[in-house]
Nanobody
Framework: QVQLVESGGGLVQAGGSVRLSCGASGRTSTYPMGWFRQAPGKEREFVAAITASGGNTFYSDSVKGRFTISRDLAKKTVYLQLDSLKPEDTAVYYC????????????????????WGQGTQVTVSS
């Protein structure tokens, strides 16, 4: 059984930074991974994705240049570094493992994900 466990959320002031971690277990090979977020009353939206090798990354326009996704293959952990945070970044952030085959033009779709983490809250105060 695949499990994704996030950590690292919390309360941070606008302009601050936080790093989220997602540990994966139960998969025997490396999969492309991503982060999505969901604010109250809104749909879950794509934030960032990284290929299985870590060689390619993708970002939503709203976070490009401020957030950085990375992974440690040996630790089976994916990270999301959130910098220059804004109040509108407040949301529950979910780690995601994409189903295979991974198609680049679908990384922003929730339907392309087959496993989700439980979510971690990030609250940005103004």
């Amino acid at each position: 059984q695949v499990q994704l466990v996030e950590s690292g959320g919390g309360l941070v002031q606008a302009g601050g930074s936080v790093r989220l971690s997602c540990g994966a277990s139960g998969r025997t090979s490396t999969y492309p991974m991503g982060w999505f977020r969901q604010a109250p009353g809104k749909e879950r939206e794509f934030v960032a994705a990284i290929t299985a090798s870590g060689g390619n990354t993708f970002y939503s326009d709203s976070v490009k240049g401020r957030f950085t996704i990375s992974r440690d293959l040996a630790k089976k952990t994916v990270y999301l570094q959130l910098d220059s945070l804004k109040p509108e970044d407040t949301a529950v952030y979910y780690c995601a493992s994409y189903r295979l085959p991974f198609t680049i033009n679908r990384y922003a779709e929730t339907a392309a994900v087959d496993y989700w983490g439980q979510g971690t809250q990030v609250t940005v105060s103004s």
